[in-house]
């Protein structure tokens, strides 16, 4: 199974797909990024990096969705109370269902540090911080919410029981708790009840994205743990890493409630089954590393132009299509994250990335381009985990079986070389494989 | 005071080529710093009351042949002599792209300065000549030796021309000098200028000069030469080039052309503007079929000296302070636009229009750089709150009621400007930066002075445009008040029928 | 005859199950005429999991439940019934997937070590690999690995 490196198999004829070299590699267990001691350690330096502001991420997606719910103004959604920040995550610290970060369970210390102080480094009233983006900027989050919620048809039981009625019940229920001394709102409810629905659609999402990531920040420390301690030998190593996590978590129940003066109300309880695989890391990937939408300003949403595809399931603008060198220009919300990231960056990326381009006038840049590396490399553990899930092993004795395989990983790969729409000049699976590429 | 201003730079030029390379620079720092201040003293003790000749110096050289060192400062050299000691100034001490033989390229640069100063000041139609042969040949090396692949081409072609034009207007003063119903030649511009010459000696004379003023500023078909030397000459080498040297053709043109043959310029003048409007629409539809950005901005540079041919054609009050701000203002638009073209070709190494692309990007391309060549490219396209709109507008609007045709014209190659200005802000600024190759070096803040200063200067005179144009305002009006007015050249026009 | 549970308890090499049914109170489900078509994991099948899946999945009974209702399905199937049919719905929803020959029987990625076991209430044919659902776009993508790039697209 994944946890065990296979040496390269010969019983199948060389591959004759596009990226034949990537698929022979991941044939022998590899990842799409090239097994590299530089790729080790960008990779690694940015799940750290993106570790940090994703334990706030989690947090406040758990409290918009729990707490704030449908406040028609929400106007202080990313301050987050100690409450959520004291939260204590299911798989770090002693009391973990799964202890997979070592480390403990409330929020990371240098993110409140860096809550407390910011960039300025001052202490000044939050809301000054806030205005001047001296914080973590919850609109990335969020832009991800909204394409998971935007991009139908993603798998998982979820989507189709939102559209059911008992959950239009759950949900009923819950936002009469929720205005109950608001008359205002609820005789709006009353004018558009399918609006508030629609809201409390977009709540459950917030509560889906936040449970997935409330996986993957433990996951991602302790492999910057891991790498600290010199545990990992290389790419694969990282992402074998990844491949067990995702099958340890597959399980994780996905759900969405909220707390309404001192109760709790399920909109999508635990006992429906939903999981953390099917119903959140799938979508999750698919609508945020491969689909997303395009900026406005890098594309023309005119039709005639016809650069956005009409069919949604042709959206090619996720992290391992984008173009990273426009981050910082207007209007390219993943300047945020990549800002965000640039706080926690460890000290050897630091001064990896002063050696090259224009070092710390670019490096919102550089690290982006490093993020990409570790999203192929997340989409590989993801590719790889699906294959030991629903197929075979690397070393399968069975011809059949190796040929399923190599169907599943060319499959996977056309998505790249995809000529449509110009997905695969788009793509950036080629540049990765070089190192110059930063 | 004037000879100061130029043996100064030569007093410079010879210290700093005894000076080890770093001393050599710091001399031509110096050098060029206090002929700037000298030259805002200039500016501070000028008489704005007078349209004569101020300071003047007279020393006798070689009285039998004519030849005196007489100088003197107007309203006409005064704008041209302080662009100069600017545009000489930006290049000594900010530029860091001559790297081999600096000493040299400093010495160079404080002679031609020197050289052009001597130009504009000379008040002697042999001295003038002179000095106009004189830094013929630092120019010619500084193309030579700092130029791109064909420099030596370039730096050839630009010396024949320019050395055909020189003959020329030797030509011309000689024949002045000969004609003129004096005991012995005249070449004393006082002088010249209270001849009366028969009509036809005008013609004749006036078109040797214009023919040779003509090569140099230059205006179409003669500007032949002009595309490959600034195309091949190093970025501060085109700032001097396109920013003086050529202003030298349009001054001679004032001085000596509108100056010397007031009735002959009148009767040709018709055919001057029609000439200047082709001229104009002929550098902008040339410039638009450009891919080179380089060689864009020297084929904008053809249409705009139009203007000033437009400007002297007209000769109204208002066009001529129109043609002298035009002169300024392309001066440092041209100047500034050269700058930045150097600057990407440096970082981008190409400066193929094709291959450009997305250079506003924040992180990895040049937005400062970008957005002042939009800055620039707008102001060279007469945007309003620029100098170029200044410049322009006065010549209009000092032209149309003389010439309508000509001026309607040269609107409409304003126009043409604007759509490759846009191409060329489309091609090279927006868009994306390709991954594979975009990985510039960034720009250093000292890169980007002088480019700042010069868009200081744009914008700050397009706001108030009274400090450009207060020197020559009463010189233009003399200059204009001179020529016949229009009963007398229909009267002169009856006669030659 | 014996319930499929009560065959499941009988053999040791079902123990992971059999906690596995009875934490998820599925006991009585099983128990119940059905009748019911079990692919019934062996030990080893669970033991290939990484370490944690079962864990998280002990500690989450609805989750659970969910991944062992996908290894029934409702109705008496043999692997005779079984041929020539590509796929049967599971309890849980999604199809499980059928290759059968006349030497071979897999289910998903699972091979059948032994199958028809007759039950009271049903069948129960062993496999070796715990199986997992497929999700929507496992199909295309196997088609498009299959046909090549030239087929433009998959309707995922």
Not at chain 1, 122 to 139: G, Q, V
């Amino acid at each position: 199974m994944p946890s065990t490196l296979i040496e390269p198999t010969t019983k199948l004829p060389p591959s004759t797909h596009p990226f034949a070299e990537i698929i022979h590699r991941l044939e022998r267990g590899g990842s799409m990024l090239p097994d590299t001691e530089e790729n080790l350690m960008q990779i690694i330096g940015l799940y750290k990096a993106y570790a940090i502001p994703m334990d706030f991420y989690w947090r406040d997606l758990l409290y918009i969705a729990e707490r704030v719910f449908l406040d028609p103004v929400p106007a202080f959604k990313y301050f987050l109370p100690k409450e959520y920040l004291e939260l204590a995550n299911h798989y770090a610290g002693d009391n973990a269902d799964l202890r997979i970060w070592r480390g403990y369970a409330t929020a990371h210390k240098e993110l409140l540090e860096f809550i407390e102080k910011g960039e300025l480094k001052a202490r000044i009233p939050k809301l000054f911080h806030h205005f001047y983006h001296d914080r973590i900027n919850m609109e990335f989050a969020e832009e991800c919410m909204r394409a998971m919620f935007w991009h139908r048809n993603m798998g998982g039981l979820l989507e189709p029981y939102m559209d059911s009625a008992e959950y239009k019940q759950n949900a009923d229920r819950a936002i009469r708790a929720y205005f109950r001394d608001n008359p205002i709102m609820l005789g709006l409810y009353k004018l558009f009840p399918d609006m508030f629905i629609e809201q409390c659609r977009q709540a459950t999402m917030y509560s889906v994205l936040g449970l997935f990531w409330e996986v993957m920040c433990p996951v991602f420390l302790e492999m910057s743990d891991i790498y600290d301690e010199g545990g990992f030998k290389g790419v694969p190593d990282a992402m074998n890493f990844l491949v067990n996590g995702i099958f340890a978590i597959a399980g994780r129940p996905i759900y969405h409630r909220v707390y309404i003066r001192g109760e709790w109300y399920d909109i999508v309880p635990k006992s429906k089954g939903f999981t953390w695989l099917y119903e959140a890391a799938f979508p999750y990937v698919e609508a945020v590393f491969y689909r997303t939408s395009p900026f406005r300003g890098t594309k023309s949403y005119n039709a005639q132009a016809r650069e956005v595809p009409d069919d949604q399931n042709d959206f090619h603008y996720g992290i391992l299509y984008a173009d990273k060198f426009p981050v910082a220009s207007a209007g390219i919300p993943p300047t945020l994250l990549h800002q965000d990231m640039y706080h926690f960056l460890p000290q050897y990326l630091v001064d990896y990335y002063q050696k090259f381009c224009r070092g710390a006038d670019d490096m919102l840049i550089q690290l982006g381009v490093s993020f990409q590396r570790s999203m192929y490399n997340v989409t590989s553990a993801v590719i790889q985990a699906g294959r030991a899930a629903f197929l075979y092993p690397l070393d399968d004795p069975n011809p059949r079986h190796l040929w399923a395989n190599r169907y599943y990983f060319e499959g996977q790969l056309n998505r790249f070389a995809n000529p449509k729409y110009g997905m695969n000049k788009a793509a950036r699976i080629l540049a990765i494989q070089s190192q110059d590429y930063r | 005071m004037l000879s100061t201003l130029i043996w100064l730079p030569i007093g410079g030029a010879t210290i700093a080529s005894f000076c080890s390379a770093k001393w050599a620079r710091i001399v031509a720092i110096l050098t060029s710093s206090a002929i700037l201040f000298l030259h805002v003293l200039l500016l501070r003790q000028f008489n704005l009351g007078t349209g004569e000749f101020q300071f003047s110096e007279n020393l006798p050289w070689l009285p039998n042949i004519g030849l005196n060192y007489t100088l003197g400062v107007d309203g006409l050299s005064l704008p041209l002599l302080v662009l100069n000691a600017l545009l000489t100034w930006l290049v000594l001490c900010f530029d860091r792209e001559v790297k081999e033989r600096p000493r040299l390229f400093y010495v160079l640069i404080l002679l031609i300065h020197a050289g052009l100063s001597g130009a504009f000041l000379a008040l002697n139609t042999l001295l003038f000549l002179l000095f106009y042969e004189i830094e013929l040949i630092p120019l010619y090396l500084v193309i030579a030796i700092w130029g791109s692949k064909q420099k030596n081409y370039a730096a050839t072609k630009f010396l024949i021309f320019t050395a055909v034009s020189g003959i020329l207007i030797l030509a011309g003063f000689l024949g002045l000098a000969w004609v003129a119903p004096a005991p012995k030649p005249v070449f004393d511009y006082q002088s010249l200028r209270s001849l009366s010459l028969p009509v036809t000696a005008q013609i004749v004379l006036l078109l040797l000069l214009v023919a040779g003023f003509a090569i140099k500023a230059p205006f179409v078909p003669f500007h032949t030469w002009l595309p490959d030397t600034y195309v091949e000459s190093a970025t501060p080498v085109v700032m001097i080039l396109g920013g003086v040297v050529a202003k030298m053709g349009t001054y001679g043109l004032f001085r000596f052309c509108v100056g010397l043959f007031p009735e002959a310029w009148s009767l040709l003048s018709p055919w001057f503007a029609l000439w200047a409007g082709l001229g104009i629409l002929y550098g902008a539809v040339t410039a638009i079929a450009q891919k080179d950005i380089k060689r864009m901005v020297a084929y904008s540079s053809i249409g705009h000296m139009s203007y000033v041919l437009l400007a002297a054609a007209a000769v109204t009050p208002l066009s001529l302070v129109g043609g002298i701000a035009q002169m300024v203002s392309h001066g440092l638009i041209l100047a500034l636009l050269f700058n930045l073209v150097g600057i990407i070709e440096k970082k981008v190494g190409t400066r193929e229009l094709d291959v450009l692309n997305g250079l506003l990007n924040p992180l990895r391309g040049f937005p400062t750089v970008s957005a002042l060549l939009i800055l620039g490219g707008m102001a060279s396209a007469g945007i309003p709150g620029m100098v170029g709109f200044i410049a322009e507008f006065l010549v209009f609007q000092g032209s149309f009621s003389k010439f309508p045709l000509p001026t309607l014209l040269a609107i409409l190659g304003t126009g043409l400007t604007a759509v490759y200005f846009v191409i060329l802000l489309n091609r090279t600024c927006f868009g994306k930066l390709d991954n594979k190759t975009a990985y510039y070096p960034k720009v250093l803040s000292s890169e980007k002075l002088p480019a700042f200063v010069l868009t200081t200067l744009i914008v700050f005179l397009g706001i108030q445009p009274h400090w450009l144009v207060t020197w020559s305002e009463t010189t233009a009006q003399k200059i204009s008040s001179r020529l016949p007015s229009n009963a007398i050249v229909q009267l002169i026009n009856l006669q030659q029928q | 005859m014996a319930t499929i549970v009560d065959i499941a308890v009988s053999n040791p090499d079902f123990s992971t199950l059999v906690t596995a049914v009875s934490a998820a109170n599925l006991v009585d489900a099983l128990n119940s005429p059905g009748p019911f078509t079990v692919f019934a994991p062996v030990n080893k099948a669970f033991e290939k999991l990484p370490p944690g899946t079962i864990t998280t999945l002990v500690q989450n009974i609805p989750q659970l439940t969910r991944i062992l209702t996908y290894h029934v399905a409702a109705g008496r199937y043999t692997k005779n019934d079984l041929r020539g049919r590509e796929s049967i719905p599971s309890l849980e929803g999604t199809p499980i997937d059928l290759y059968i020959t006349a030497a071979e029987f897999e289910v998903n990625n699972a091979t059948v070590i032994a199958a028809d076991i007759e039950a009271d209430n049903g069948i129960i044919h062993v496999i070796d690999t715990v199986i997992l659902m497929r999700p929507h776009w496992f199909h295309p993508i196997m088609r498009w690995g299959k046909e090549g790039i030239k087929s433009e697209g998959v309707v995922v």
